[in-house]
């Protein structure tokens, strides 16, 4: 985000994705760049609107959980910013948030409707995942009987998060909360899943970002349902036996994994994206959000 070297003092963190501000008043500014990460890397090549994608759909889903949770925003269009933050409108028009600051829980929640990613190689191996049972002869792909809670560790950037099992989450937060952060991730997942099934989309997974606010009342931070957070399938070319076309960043692993020639267990960087998987990616991203929104992604930035 060079165009804002001139809040480099305001600047509280920097992750794959985010850049965080102080605005001040108990308030951040989170600015969503157009970073893309795999592998736990953050490749050398941005996708262009990617940020403006992830913060669009991010406001849409805040919207249809307002009954199921509340989120941090306090404000999305950069009129509404503090002044200091006047100077940048155009860096940060569509790809930015003021919200509250909150204290994050110690663990990544995730919930899983689908077999996919890293769910199939730890059912491959134990018929299970995170610690739950799941029956056999599932396939890459296939649903599961019931969408189930599969938290991981939070680690730092550039390193990996590892599977939980419940027991692991209550004896990091304790049994009472770790109902909650249960509860809410199904949740949000079940909303989640059944507006997207509205527009033909599978959510196959997604991770869910929760904090305490001053008020110590749990609310949604971060994102929510992003093609980042999330796995979203096409519901007409579900296919049950391996990896399903998506609206994520399934597209760019599959490039590096599969047609790059990068060696993942190499230690080496990946590459940069070739022109095409570029332009590719931004499209996949920007037809997920206008076909779960039913909003178009260029009325979007001009409102922002």
């Known amino acids: 985000m060079t165009g804002l070297a001139g809040l480099e003092d305001r600047r509280l963190y920097s992750g794959k994705v985010r ?3 102080d605005a001040g008043d108990d308030l951040l500014l989170m600015v969503a760049s157009d970073r893309m990460s795999a592998f736990d890397y953050i490749l050398d090549t941005p996708i262009p609107d990617k940020g403006a994608v992830l913060t669009g759909m991010s406001l849409w889903w805040f919207e249809q959980l307002a009954d ?4 941090h925003v306090v404000a999305s269009r950069v009129g ?19 919200c509250r600051r909150l204290e994050m829980v110690s663990v990544e929640c995730v919930a899983r409707g689908y077999l996919a990613g890293s769910g199939v190689t730890e059912y491959e191996k134990s018929q299970s995942v995170c610690g739950v ?3 056999p002869g599932l396939l890459d792909g296939s649903q599961l009987p019931e969408p189930i809670f599969t938290p991981t560790t939070k680690a730092p950037v550039g390193e990996h998060d590892e599977p939980m099992t419940f027991d692991d ?13 249960r509860s809410l991730t199904l949740a949000v997942y079940s909303r989640g899943r059944d507006l997207a099934a509205n527009a033909g989309i599978l959510l196959a997974d997604t ?11 749990l609310v949604l931070g971060d994102e929510v349902l992003t093609p980042d957070s999330s796995r979203f399938w096409p519901a007409e070319s579900w296919q049950p036996g391996g990896p399903q076309p998506s609206y994520d960043k399934q597209y760019v692993r599959d490039w590096l994994r599969l047609e790059s020639g990068w060696d993942k267990s190499s230690g080496e960087p990946p590459p940069g994206l070739p022109d095409e998987v570029i332009a590719r990616t931004r499209e996949k991203y920007v037809e997920g ?3 779960l929104t039913g909003r178009s992604f260029s009325s979007y930035l001009a409102g922002a």
């Open 133 to 135: 049972p799941l029956p």
């Open 169 to 181: 989450v209550v004896a990091e937060v304790g049994g009472e909360l770790a109902e909650q952060l």
């Open 68 to 71: 199921v949770i509340p989120n």
């Open 289 to 291: 959000y206008e076909r």
């Open 207 to 217: 991770k869910v970002e929760l904090g305490f606010d001053a008020n110590r009342e």
């Open 19 to 21: 850049e965080l501000y």
């Open 80 to 98: 509404d910013y503090p002044d200091v933050f006047a100077p940048y409108a155009e860096e940060l028009r569509g790809r930015s948030v003021l």
